[in-house]
């Protein structure tokens, strides 16, 4: 059976899986991510990882998946706001010379999409979108079996909608974006905002909204308002058949699900709701998805 | 050549047009909507009229583009603003019946982008965008010459994402929509609200703008905002390269149009800006889109 590398380029750490299109693993390794890498210690270390791996198994493909905005085509990461000292750096080309055999590319948030279609449960859909919530507020939609892409690589930005005409600040540099409130950074954001206090991650989030503190109840209730705005927009825009929830933020679905669906499908024509489904999607690595991308073209 | 009927239902006449892929158009005619017409009467006059334009040329098949919300999969309306009488609508299977070849069906926006993307200028892109800016605010999207349908033929419902949180009660019974600030109807609404006088379409409207009407430029204004965070969120999501503006309202497009542009462009990432043509475009009758709808698997 075939073997594809698949690569997951996070803000903690590179992921690396051998697996085969059944979803076979032959082979899984990390290495911690430096976010001071210049775009030299960037290729170094991604290259020194493959021969690792390349030590371990073989494999026939690589995909790879990174944060973006990306360009798809030239195989570049433009730039990423959790390595910040990279600037254009041609990744693929650079892979290309070294390792002589296929190599697919995508942006983090595709590549998750991807694994959950190929992986997760019951989510082979014709229309299948995918909401990836973490630091910030990705997306991706796969339809008859192939990614969206747009013409760069850069569709599915969903965290960059507007959802509240000049609201809040966002770190791309526009106003009132999806991920101002419903993110990890979002709600960390808006949090300080209301309290001056600085919280380190989502769990610190929740588990005060957990103790019922006023303050992140708050701040989670307008994430889940805005955010079925957002959800909305997709479904009136693609009217998928299934929406999935992966990312840290989707462990504490219990904590907002049955409120964000129910806003959802309050907002949206009967017949998108009685075609549509919701789910949390299990934890896959994104280096599975990464592999994935491998898969076109192959026999199943 | 081969000919195909295109039929366009619209809410004041419905248009017929027998055309080649390449454009020769060999019969076109039309009949007036009536608005009260049932389901029954509906059906009938839809049946006399392919009869006639049957009496006058031959054709290959037929294409029909309706007001939606529609069930693709069944080829039904399920209701119609603009012919309120009409519920649950058996179109395609009333017609198959009668006439024993492929029949083929979608909503007027789509048909109307598939029109575009085949008989525009410079309109056959990988990933074309097309705005309806009539009485309602639609959309439709061409990817890789395709239509992007949603699974029941509803996708790109772009009037009915929320613009405004809570903003304007819209017709579809939800708030904030889009199509409540940027449309005929939101025009027209809007500069009720603020005096008390009932216009009777956009010329009526357009003209007080060029009068440099206080209340008519601030309905416009907000619309111009409003429009431009909904184009925002196409590009986020679709990442198109060309955008047209098709419809009654972009004949005045010169009143607002470089503000539009210019809002948005500076709303979204550079890369996404870089790649993206901004056009208005011709008016085509419906009916070409429609039967353009007819052009799958037909040799060019």
């Known amino acids: 059976m075939k073997k594809f590398l698949g690569i997951d380029v996070g803000g903690g750490s590179v992921k690396g899986t051998v697996i085969s299109k059944t979803g076979k693993i032959y082979f899984q390794s990390s290495i911690k991510t430096n976010p001071i890498w210049t775009n030299e210690e960037f290729l170094e270390n991604i290259k020194n990882f493959i021969f690792e791996i390349k030590k371990n198994t073989t494999f026939e493909k690589i995909g790879i998946g990174t944060p973006g905005p990306i360009d798809l085509d030239s195989g570049v990461i433009l730039k990423s706001a959790n390595l910040p000292n990279l600037k254009n750096v041609n990744l693929i080309s650079f892979l290309k010379e070294i390792f002589p055999i296929p190599i697919y590319f995508n942006n983090d ?5 991807l694994g959950e279609y190929f992986f997760g ?31 760069k690589g850069n569709g599915m930005e969903v965290g960059h909608m507007s959802v509240i005409p000049n609201g809040a600040i966002c770190g791309c540099g526009q106003k009132g974006c999806a991920e101002s409130y419903f993110s990890t950074s979002g709600f960390l954001n808006r949090y300080f905002e209301a309290t001056n ?3 380190q991650n989502a769990k610190e989030f929740f588990d005060l909204v957990i103790l019922n503190d006023k303050d992140a109840k708050e701040v989670l209730e307008l994430g889940v308002e805005t955010f079925s705005e957002c959800i909305r927009a997709i479904i009136y825009i693609l009217n998928p058949e299934k929406i999935v929830f992966l990312g840290g933020i989707s462990k504490s679905y219990s904590l907002f699900g049955k409120s964000l669906e129910e806003k959802v499908r309050s907002k949206i024509f009967p017949v ?3 075609n549509l489904i919701f ?11 990464s592999a994935a991308l491998c898969f076109e073209g192959e026999d199943d």
């Open 272 to 274: 998108l709701s009685e």
């Open 279 to 289: 789910a949390v999607g299990e934890d896959f690595a994104g280096s599975l998805g």
């Open 197 to 199: 206090i600085k919280l």
């Open 109 to 113: 948030s595709n590549v998750a999409s």
């Open 121 to 151: 449960i019951d989510s082979k859909k014709k229309s299948l979108f995918v909401f990836t919530l973490g630091t910030g507020l990705g997306g991706g939609f796969i339809f008859n079996g192939k990614l969206y892409n747009g013409i």
